[in-house]
């Protein structure tokens, strides 16, 4: 077991941690990823489209905080397994549905599955962390980020031409998925009070300290809304981007695929970075800059050539994604005993904003065209001025002086 002997940091257990978000993300990315096949097999509208991710991000977001509470109350660390069964069925489910509704269905599931694995890995990640939080949620994030930049390359090379029925292949991947967690599970016990002992010694990044239910209540509305005005932009892209490029620069499927996986594989950067630049300046700056920074170039955007469009993708990405391990952790620094509930919650919000988002954008798809979508969306980033309503913490304060 690897652990550094200034922070108490378990790096063993946080790469395996990363390395099965990665899987867990890998496969729920299939599903936006297969969207242009689902399109048209089942000749599907943006309308439908949209009602795809927003059924799997409610099933990921309504549960997580449930699954939270409870294991902050009764913790279960075989709980991820538990949830990786879900997400292999749903997979299996959505290779050979026959119709619409079975979709819906299928991504249901995959969304429970996650719903049940985000809460209690993110509890071990707090755990494992030792003195480097920023660090810690950067390496497990990465993993998500870049198993959600992984669906669509997968896509481009074995979903579009060997067909839907292909995904059922995948299903390997959560076997794997699932011996991992289970080993990871075997570990909790050791980790946790390791955890605690830190804490109790009072070492830096392990202390409880207890905020005015004031400053608590306005720093979860503040990261509320931001968590939404960022997954709105980004669900754009997840979504729509594949259409986008599709009808304004006349890219064939696997291109468009391609162009995809550099936007996420930019998120996957954009949150180690954001997580170490965490630790280093304090989660106060960091989420003002990467809520604010990304507007002047997302005003470029729908006016760019095909080449600019890349380039912007990238920086863009690379910007905005930085905000979330700053915005995880400040949450869990205002309730540091509630752990799960936290990461249940943020996650949740992932999830249930993103698909309220993206069914919302699939109207305006629908009734004023794709590039309209991303003309508006240019101006979402502005919301990042309301960060100056964010409470600094004692921890951050101390960083700017």
Not at 103 to 115: D, F, H, K, Q
Not at 162 to 178: C, D, E, K, R, T
Not at 220 to 234: Q, S, W
Not at 334 to 358: E, K, M, Q, S, W
């Amino acid at each position: 077991m690897a652990i550094t002997a200034r922070s108490g940091t378990y790096l063993s257990v946080l790469v395996v941690l990363g390395v099965t978000h990665l899987l867990n993300d890998l496969m729920q990315s299939l599903i936006p990823a297969a969207y242009p096949i689902l399109k048209e097999a089942y000749e599907l509208d943006f309308v439908q489209i949209g009602l795809i991710t927003l059924t799997f991000q409610i099933a990921g977001a309504l549960l997580q905080p449930v699954a939270g509470m409870i294991t902050d109350r009764y913790p279960a660390p075989y709980s991820p397994v538990v949830g990786m069964m879900f997400t292999l069925s749903g997979l299996v489910l959505l290779a050979f549905a026959p119709n619409y509704s079975m979709i819906l269905g299928s991504v249901a599931c995959i969304g429970i599955g996650s719903s049940i694995f985000h809460p209690e890995a993110t509890r071990m990640a707090r755990y494992a962390a030792g003195g480097r939080q920023g660090l810690a949620q950067g390496i497990f994030q990465v993993g998500g980020q870049a198993g959600g930049a992984l669906g669509p390359v997968l896509a481009a090379l074995i979903i579009v031409p060997l067909g839907q029925a292909s995904l059922a292949w995948f299903a390997v991947i959560a076997l794997l998925a699932m011996a991992m967690l289970t080993w990871i599970g075997s570990q909790q016990r050791l980790i946790s009070a390791a955890f605690e002992t830190l804490r109790s010694r009072g070492r830096k990044g392990t202390q409880v300290p207890s905020h005015a239910p004031l400053t608590i209540g306005i720093g979860l509305i503040v990261l509320t809304f931001l968590m939404f005005t960022k997954n709105a932009y980004g669900e754009s892209f997840r979504s729509f981007y594949t259409f986008y490029l599709i009808e304004r620069f006349g890219l064939t499927i696997p291109a468009s695929q391609m162009m995809l996986f550099i936007f996420l594989i930019a998120a996957a950067v954009g949150v180690l970075i954001g997580g170490i630049l965490g630790d280093r300046f304090g989660r106060y700056r960091i989420i003002w800059f990467s809520m604010l920074g990304p507007l002047p170039l997302t005003l470029i955007l729908p006016y760019a050539d095909l080449f600019w469009t890349g380039v912007l993708t990238i920086m863009i990405n690379l910007i905005m994604a930085s905000a979330f391990a700053s915005m995880l952790i400040y949450a869990m620094d205002l309730l540091p005993n509630r752990i799960g509930l936290i990461g249940g919650l943020f996650y949740g919000l992932n999830f249930g904003l993103g698909g309220i988002a993206a069914a919302f954008l699939g109207v305006m798809a629908d009734r004023y065209g794709i590039e309209t979508v991303f003309q508006f969306c240019a101006f979402l980033p502005i919301a990042g001025l309301l960060a100056w309503f964010l409470p600094p913490l004692d921890e951050d304060v101390g960083r700017q002086t």
